[in-house]
């Protein structure tokens, strides 16, 4: 088995890196919120109907809603709902994960809207709901397949903050789109499945007793004997060993020579 090389303290080149990484991340998350606020203040200001940038599903002009339906919502309350989760759970994807966001992300939007388009209900479907909730079972899945310390961390910190969102995939709300949610939780799980390995994991911590010698057992005299070293009282030996009789001198009383 493989040891991975023991991780070095840190010094100015991996910080700064890791601040390249965040940075990174959180100009990212920032670019996608940002386009969807743009999206829906321009159709709002303008007074444009933002049921034609939904998924239509089974109408051949409702696939352009595979592109354009993340960036819909039907009102500024389900736009608000959506932003939060989005950039928190893009931002951890950027960052754990960057090399795999680059194909997670694009996958989860695209398959998410087709998946709707294929099977949901006879309706318009808008929202970024889709995505956000396939980033969270790809981030959840990714902390169980690899189980280093970075995924599992994040794993469990985004099913304490949106664990719920494994309940909305079932239909519970006439006017919410459940659909666009499974579709979503169900690309995400695909995504981690196929993405698991493209980013390294990280270099394995170091420990101060790891530099004494492997062969060395120092605390060999607390084992216990193993059961065939274990003398049995109540059996002899074959051959018993003959004792040596050791002479003494006889004890000279007094007067006597």
């Known amino acids: 088995m493989d040891i991975a090389r023991p991780l070095p303290d840190p010094t100015a080149t991996s910080v700064a890196h890791d601040r390249d990484r965040v940075r990174y991340a959180a100009l990212g998350a920032g670019a996608l919120l940002a386009g969807i606020w743009i999206a829906w203040l321009g159709a709002w200001l303008l007074g444009w109907p933002l049921d034609d940038l939904g998924v239509r599903p089974r109408v051949p002009a409702g696939l352009v809603g595979v592109l354009t339906?993340?960036?819909?919502?039907?009102?500024?309350?389900?736009?608000?709902?959506?932003?939060?989760?989005?950039?928190?759970?893009?931002?951890?994807?950027?960052?754990?994960?960057?090399?795999?966001?680059?194909?997670?992300?694009?996958?989860?939007?695209?398959?998410?809207?087709?998946?709707?388009?294929?099977?949901?209900?006879?309706?318009?479907?808008?929202?970024?709901?889709?995505?956000?909730?396939?980033?969270?079972?790809?981030?959840?899945l990714m902390g169980l397949l690899r189980r280093d310390r970075l995924a599992i961390v994040t794993a469990l910190v985004v099913f304490f903050l949106y664990g719920g969102m494994l309940?909305?995939?079932?239909?519970?709300?006439?006017?919410?789109?459940?659909?666009?949610?499974?579709?979503?939780?169900?690309?995400?799980?695909?995504?981690?499945?196929?993405?698991?390995?493209?980013?390294?994991?990280?270099?394995?911590?170091?420990?101060?007793?790891?530099?004494?010698?492997?062969?060395?057992?120092?605390?060999?005299?607390?084992?216990?004997?193993?059961?065939?070293?274990?003398p049995v009282l109540w059996q002899r030996s074959e051959t018993p060993e003959r004792g040596q009789v050791i002479p003494f001198r006889p004890r000279v009383r007094a007067g006597e020579e």
């Open 167 to 230: 309940l909305t995939v079932l239909p519970t709300e006439q006017h919410v789109s459940f659909e666009y949610h499974l579709a979503g939780g169900l690309a995400g799980l695909v995504a981690a499945v196929l993405l698991r390995r493209r980013d390294p994991l990280p270099p394995r911590k170091h420990y101060d007793w790891e530099d004494e010698d492997a062969a060395a057992e120092p605390d060999a005299e607390l084992e216990l004997p193993r059961p065939h070293e274990v």
């Open 69 to 140: 339906a993340p960036f819909a919502h039907a009102s500024f309350d389900h736009l608000m709902s959506n932003t939060l989760p989005l950039g928190l759970l893009a931002t951890l994807t950027l960052y754990c994960y960057p090399r795999a966001a680059r194909i997670a992300l694009p996958l989860i939007w695209l398959a998410s809207g087709v998946g709707v388009w294929l099977f949901a209900r006879d309706s318009v479907h808008v929202g970024a709901s889709g995505v956000t909730h396939g980033l969270m079972f790809f981030l959840f």
